[in-house]
């Protein structure tokens, strides 16, 4: 009986939940009409999903599912984007801002030769953009920095063409012209914490873990579960002899990537040499009490 109480409760609570799910889409698919977007962009996302179920269609219960199931998602975002057009058009600026991320990423993931084959006689920013990183991934990086001088000629306020500028550099071991490309970078978008986080690594790597220490104290106030950025954190920490507090950034890093065996070692450690009571010494409780 117990059993089947706690199943029919759990039944209702799921039914509840992919009700809002349902709601969530049509809310969804709204506001990409109102923003001028085509709703069926929405279909090409489920698309995605077809078929991921863990359990055949037919076998699947739809009240043990916490979301409608991808055939019913599909179904509904056909019969809305059917009658709903986009209203005015997109965004000029939404449309660069996205082309901009798109080409940045398909040019780290691709092979650098099958970038700048695209890119080819393309001189507008995005294409130049692209260059650069194919040209920086083939080693190439005095034309990936002239490439990025470029850039910045025509937009000298953009913190991004400095950050990735920055990064360029840095991981071409030039630390001294990362530093000052991620500063600039920094000054323009002194709010982004990815940046921060590139400013501090490029610090430990010119030698400088005090401000290394201090921007990626700022990064992590915004964006405290970067991997990335714990590692650097603890870093600059083991560099200015804080081996507690080295410990607990690294064993939160680790939590954060699901590594808890790991994470519990380094806690430990946090917990045997920060104060009793300290931030960091609590932080490692935390750790230690999850099972």
Do not use: C
């Not at 430990?268 to 230690?288: C, M």
Request: charged letters at 20%; zero cysteines; aromatic letters at 6%.
């Amino acid at each position: 009986m117990a059993a089947g109480t706690s199943s029919a409760a759990q039944r209702s609570l799921f039914a509840h939940t992919r009700a809002e799910e349902a709601s969530a889409d049509q809310s969804s698919l709204r506001y990409l009409a109102n923003a001028g977007v085509d709703p069926r962009a929405a279909l090409r996302v489920l698309e995605l999903f077809r078929g991921q179920e863990v359990l055949s269609v037919g076998r699947q219960d739809p009240y043990a599912q916490t979301h409608p199931l991808t055939r019913d998602r599909i179904r509904a975002v056909e019969g809305f984007a059917a009658a709903v057009s986009p209203r005015g058009s997109a965004d000029p600026a939404t449309a660069y801002w996205y082309a901009r991320a798109t080409g940045k990423l398909s040019a780290f993931l691709r092979a650098p030769r099958w970038t700048l084959r695209r890119v080819r006689n393309q001189n507008d920013g995005i294409s130049v953009m692209r260059r650069a990183i194919a040209e920086h991934r083939n080693a190439n990086s005095g034309r990936a920095v002239s490439l990025m001088d470029s850039l910045l000629a025509a937009r000298p306020q953009d913190p991004y063409w400095h950050e990735l500028r920055g990064q360029i550099l840095l991981e071409s071991r030039n630390a001294a012209g990362a530093v000052a490309s991620y500063q600039r970078a920094a000054s323009l978008a002194p709010r982004e914490p990815l940046i921060r986080a590139g400013l501090g690594r490029a610090l430990l790597a010119a030698g400088r873990p005090q401000d290394a220490l201090a921007a990626l104290q700022a990064a992590r106030a915004s964006a405290p579960y970067d991997p990335n950025m714990l590692r650097d954190l603890a870093q600059a920490h083991a560099q200015l002899g804080q081996a507690g507090l080295a410990s607990i950034a690294t064993a939160e890093r680790y939590a954060i990537t699901g590594r808890m065996d790991d994470a519990r070692i380094h806690a430990t450690r946090a917990e045997a040499t920060l104060p009793r009571g300290s931030s960091g010494w609590l932080r490692a409780q935390d750790i230690l009490a999850v099972r």
